[in-house]
């Protein structure tokens, strides 16, 4: 153990001659443990937001695109065996998506339907409750028999969104209508095509924006209502590791080439989580001024300390002790004080951030997508806060310190 860190100690742990100099170094002990630990639980909470956000919107979109510069396309056969022998590849599926008017017995509402196979990939519809899609989702090819044991077509049916479901006031079992622009051509002009579909379930993502605007169709009954043959508008690409995402999507657009393109979900979501990231950062900086303004604390104790210190500084330096090992000593104290206070902190955010997680007893208002406080810690995040928060309290003892080196032991010894 070197002096300096030995006399940093005994400095710390001794009695005050001025209780009021002990009452600082708790009171920078706990600023610091305090302001570390709201910026854990903090950033664990926003954490645990767009975790959770990136959670539902993975389980209703692709982690990849596959489009076509001039609109549909029907060998996506052939470039879906392609995409397979991509690496880290685990699921492809194709699916079509256009917008259309849906009209319910009372009600009428703009929608983005989606045509999906549900014995390609089920991982499309994910936030659909059920276990047989094909149940769900069946094509008006399929027969039934009617009450006098007549077979008759069964009518297609649609997976709404919760709220686009009560949009429309229906319910499982009733028929709405699909209006679609891809009509006829009359002596009267174009009409609009109109199909009817029975409402087989619904989802709930929690994301308003999908759960008031998507409905999905098989997709043979989506290509039908857009007469569009054996085509559809994109693939959709799951792969093992989502951050991946990009690399493997401009991979995937390098092996099909042009015309085809690709975009994946932080592309499809950018808007979303950059807002996310903003304001997780935008907390980091307001949180960060707890530990600033403790760190002021900590500058407090040590200049006081220097005071009351200044005949034992005036010997040592007598005894042959340099301006470094001065400042060393006091360095050495304020990181020790700071280093007591943010182990607390983590410690105590930690803590904290796990009874959130358990017991879940903050709740929170219909408004938002989850019902209690997500929180998710990463040891990224913790180690950041634990950097930034020794660093200032390593700033905060360079003046006192360097104070502490700059006294004349002469002058300190004569008039200390």
Known sequence: MSFEFFIARRYLKAKRKQAFISIITFLSVSGVAVGVMALVVVIAV????????RT???????HIMIMRHDG????????????????SVTDISPFIYAQVMLKSASNVSGALLRGVDPRAS???????????LEEKLPESQAFGLDEEGNA???????VLGHD?????????????YIVSPKGMMSPIGHIPSMNRFRVTGE?????????????????????????MGDSVTAIG???KDIYKADQVAEQISIDVGFPYWTKDWMQMNQSLFSALKLEKTAMFIILILIVLVAAFNIASTLIMMVMEKTRDIAILKAMGASDRHIRKIFVYQGIAIGFIGTTIGLCLGYVLCVLLSQYKFINLPDIYPFSTLPVKVEAFDVTVIGLASMVICYLATLYPARQAAKLDPVEAIRYG
């Open 152 to 158: 008759i077509p069964k009518v297609p049916g649609i």
């Open 203 to 227: 989802f709930r993502s929690g994301l308003y924006e999908y759960d008031n605007a998507f409905c999905y169709v098989h997709l043979h009954e989506a290509q039908k209502l857009f007469r």
């Open 72 to 87: 549909a396309f029907d060998n996506y056969k052939k470039i879906g065996e392609k995409v397979k022998e991509t690496e």
């Open 56 to 62: 539902r919107i993975l389980g209703l979109e692709p």
């Open 164 to 176: 686009l479901a009560r949009t429309l006031a229906v319910s499982e079992g009733d028929i709405i």
């Open 237 to 239: 690409v799951w792969i």
């Open 46 to 53: 926003m954490t645990g937001a767009e975790s959770d956000f």
């Open 122 to 132: 089920i991982q499309i519809v994910k936030s659909l409750d059920n276990s047989d």
